[in-house]
């Protein structure tokens, strides 16, 4: 149906699914619009927003894939999405995707939408699954004991899908009838959600769904102290009148508890009457192989092979495409260079433009094959078992199961690893893995550490660049910790992993995924690489004519007409090499250097490793090879340049360290930025790196030099000791608490924690 | 009839309670009951995750796994005659 043309003046209908994660809701979504969808954001939240459109014999349906949610009370960002669209919805059409296999808890949403008096389109879906198991469904008297049409569907084959498309297009479909069914509120609870509305001269019959919605959470908020004394009132005699013929009467707090249950027992009747389900619908073979892949002792090496195998694939094998577009990169310049007249536009094409293009595709081999295995083991149901045996190491810094992956892709490069992160589906936690992603030492990172440490630790080089990953990790941790202190609260994290059955991942569902992050990176991410590598390249071009402090040319031309001695050659190459300096000192780069030097002065840096810092902002490795250029005036070598312009171990030392901490590289802030749909968090995050950077170099200075000087009174010597142990102690119990503690210290409700006191410090 | 009510996070592997109460004041006790942890739902911890935390439950016919920080919300009660 998806090739028709569209009809002229044929209707236009807007329709959203809405329904639980991992029901198929988005397997729908793509089997219902085929390939036709754009992605954008939810107006005033930074939530994905997907639309896509089929066209249809009666016309166009415009379908929008809400976010997938277990309640219409918002627990994230995300799932308020559902909530906002909920009356626009109720105006246009709601699919509410149903995963059969799993009735009961699928239905809780069903019940909710039914009743605010929306009439939703049910999708019956993992229909094959359910009858396979034995199952058993009347869709006529599921459809009239609901005033829903019921239309069993697999969403991962597309079957039933016609059917359930057809209907939609059908102009009747959209006429919503008044039911009285057993999903429907029971009478008590809607006269006191009527009194509630009536404060605001609103009647049930002719609120709109979200008021409707409103009203009835104004009976069940779980904050009785701040409800006015009228609502309160409300509540109260709701309690007595469900209090009557119980046991144990119902106090004002437990409403909204029985309002669940009610919801419950109304589904559970519902289910009774029209369908039969399969008593076990996990076959044995899933439990196997589920009690082997979580296995105390078997889980985690088994997890561990299958990430450095991931790692493997997408950092080594990466890298062989990654030559191709190089050298393919290198063949554009070259036919650039042999083809444009020298000149201006000649540069801007084959330095500029087409190095900042390639440096936005050397990405995407990378992105492909860890989001191909991503997309497996999200949809084989892996990705939640991972999640669940590295929960506890990954909560010790306050963040989720699901972060691990990113994380340790963030060794290899901070690109795929921060596009990664949507796996995470809660924002807060999302953010905070961006966050501390760009703390994980990338590959990029190596060539200055390596170089450094073997020019001025020749001895233990090896030692110190521990060192340096230590300091570095301490940091990572500090981080995640404080973030996770300041920040996290039992609203914005939630951690309710839910275990999908193990399924059999689709071609089409993967090939999706992964056109989709190659689209949405070139699109989005790619842009900001682009601009930000040619903002970099002018910075280091331009001015072009630098005023030289001598004639360079005039000097040429003299050693020329002298006769050729054994000296002639050198006196060439020294005055070359005089002149690349003064050149380089007068572009724009170096004066921004040189301007930020009093800054950087502090932590013993020359003005020469400043400047090396700003385009390390483009790609970490260029540090080096910047450092090389603006050192050769003093030697060829590197290293000794180094040491003959009176820079020490420890300045070295403190320089790897800011090199490490400082900032991303532009394409991963590119990414941060994009991935966050965040301006402020991107902005704040800058800074914060910077400053650590800044205090942990100059406290790492000040250490060592405390350290060297003979002269160090007992009293700092003592400091230094004191902080050596308090960082070895931290970085300790957090390790512990990581593998063999079990405090609740990252409980996020501790205030109601009935465990408070036996074994919880307050965390 | 002997009945013992406990934390859900302290019910052992392989156990299957009664969930009897739910802290209603805990931002995410509304979730867990429209997730199903009504009281009167049977539930069986099913497994802990190689580092003591989180836990698998299976609750309604699915299986959700719930740090210690969501199980000691849950109160349940395990009665001597179910497994």
């Not at chain 1, 509630?196 to 769904?209: G, N």
């Not at chain 1, 690109?415 to 953010?431: E, H, K, M, S, Y």
């Not at chain 1, 893995?433 to 990172?445: K, S």
């Not at chain 1, 056109?515 to 903002?535: D, N, P, R, S, Y």
């Amino acid at each position: 149906m998806s090739n028709k043309q569209p009809h002229e003046g044929g209707h236009c209908r807007k329709v959203f699914l809405v329904g639980n994660p991992n029901s198929g809701k988005t397997s729908l979504f793509n089997a219902i619009t085929g390939e036709r969808h754009r992605v954008g954001n939810w107006p005033g939240v930074t939530v994905q927003k997907i639309e896509g459109i089929t066209i249809t014999d009666s016309g166009r349906l415009i379908i929008n894939d809400l976010p997938g949610t277990y309640s219409l009370t918002p627990a994230t960002p995300e799932e308020e999405v559902v909530l906002k669209s909920l009356d626009e919805a109720a105006n246009g059409l709601i699919i509410n995707v149903v995963d059969i296999a799993n009735f009961e808890r699928n239905l809780f949403l069903t019940t909710q939408l039914v009743e605010l008096g929306v009439k939703p389109v049910v999708s019956l879906n993992c229909y094959d699954s359910f009858t396979r198991a034995g199952g058993t469904i009347d869709l006529q008297k599921f459809s009239s004991l609901t005033g829903t049409s019921a239309f069993p569907t697999v969403a991962r084959t597309a079957e039933g899908v016609t059917s359930l498309v057809e209907h939609l297009a059908r102009p009747e479909s959209l006429k919503v009838e008044c039911y009285s069914n057993l999903l429907a509120l029971p009478e008590i609870w809607q006269k006191s959600a009527e009194e509630v509305l009536a404060f605001q001269q609103l009647k049930w019959s002719t609120a709109t769904p979200l008021q409707k919605y409103n009203g009835l959470r104004e009976l069940i908020s779980l904050k009785p102290l701040e409800a006015d004394p009228q609502i309160l009132e409300i509540r109260r005699r709701l309690a007595a009148q469900l209090s009557i013929g119980r046991e144990k009467p119902l106090k004002v707090i437990d409403l909204a508890c029985e309002l669940a249950s009610d919801r419950y027992r109304r589904i559970e009747k519902l289910i009774s009457l029209c369908a039969v389900i399969p008593g076990k619908n996990i076959p044995p073979w899933q439990e196997k192989l589920d009690a082997l892949l979580t296995h105390r002792f078997l889980g985690l090496p088994f997890f561990a092979l299958m990430m450095a195998w991931i790692f493997w694939t997408t950092f080594s094998i990466g890298e062989i495409p990654m030559g191709w577009m190089e050298s393919l990169v290198e063949l554009a310049g070259n036919f650039i260079r042999d083809n444009l007249q020298a000149g201006m536009l000649r540069e801007l094409l084959a330095d500029g433009i087409i190095s900042g293009v390639g440096g936005v595709l050397v990405f995407i081999p990378n992105i492909l094959i860890l989001f191909f295995w991503i997309a497996i083991l999200e949809d084989s149901g892996y990705m939640s078992r991972a999640a669940f045996i590295m929960d506890r190491m990954m909560n010790s810094i306050g963040l989720h199961g699901r972060a691990f992956i990113p994380m340790i892709m963030g060794l290899g490069c901070n690109v795929p690893a921060v596009l990664a992160t949507r796996i995470i589906d809660n924002r807060f936690q999302r953010l905070l893995t961006m966050l501390l992603i760009p703390l994980v030492t990338c590959a990029a990172r190596l060539p200055v550490l390596v170089l450094l440490c073997g020019t001025f630790f020749p001895e233990n080089p090896s030692t110190w660049m521990f060192s340096l990953f230590f300091v570095n990790l301490l940091v990572l941790i500090f981080l995640g910790h404080t973030t996770s202190i300041l920040f996290k609260t039992a609203d914005n994290s939630p951690f309710l992993l839910e275990m999908p059955p193990y399924r059999l991942p689709t071609p089409t569902s993967v090939l999706h995924m992964l056109q989709e992050k190659a689209m949405h990176f070139i699109e989005k991410a790619g842009t900001v690489i682009l601009a930000g590598a040619i903002v970099i390249w002018v910075l280091s071009v331009f001015p072009r004519e630098v005023p030289l402090s001598f004639d360079f040319a005039a000097e040429l031309a003299a050693i020329k007409s002298r006769p050729v001695t054994s000296q002639t050659g050198e006196e060439i190459a020294s005055l070359t090499r005089k002149r690349d300096i003064e050149q380089m000192e007068g572009r724009y780069m170096a004066r921004i250097g040189k301007l930020m030097h009093p800054v950087m002065a502090p932590l013993g840096f020359s003005w020469r490793e400043t400047v090396s810092l700003i385009p390390g902002f483009l790609a970490k490795e260029s540090v080096v090879s910047t450092l090389t250029v603006l050192y050769i005036p003093y030697d060829e070598d590197l290293g000794k340049a180094m040491h003959k312009t009176g820079m020490t171990p420890l300045t070295a030392f403190v320089f790897m360290l800011f090199t490490l901490l400082y900032i991303p590289c532009i394409a991963t802030l590119g990414v941060v930025w994009r991935e966050s749909g965040s301006t402020k968090f991107t902005a704040l995050s800058l800074l914060v790196y910077f400053s650590i950077a800044y205090i942990v170099s100059f406290a790492a200075l000040k250490i060592g030099e405390l350290l060297q000087s003979s002269t160090g009174t007992a009293a700092e010597a003592v400091t230094i000791i004191l902080a050596a142990i308090f960082a070895g102690w931290y970085l300790l119990r957090t390790l512990l608490n990581t593998f063999i503690g079990r405090q609740c210290k990252s409980c996020a409700s501790c205030s109601s924690c009935p465990a408070k006191g036996n074994d919880c410090p307050g965390g | 009839m002997v009945r013992t009510t406990q934390s859900l996070a302290d019910l052992p592997e392989g156990s299957t309670g009664t969930i009897r109460d739910i802290d209603a004041l805990s931002p995410t006790a509304q979730r867990l009951l429209d997730m199903g942890f009504v009281p009167g739902t049977p539930i069986k911890a099913i497994k802990r995750a190689p580092m003591g935390d989180p836990t698998t439950y299976e609750i309604r016919g699915y299986k959700v796994g719930l740090r210690r920080s969501e199980s000691s919300l849950i109160d349940v009660e395990i009665k001597p005659d179910v497994k």
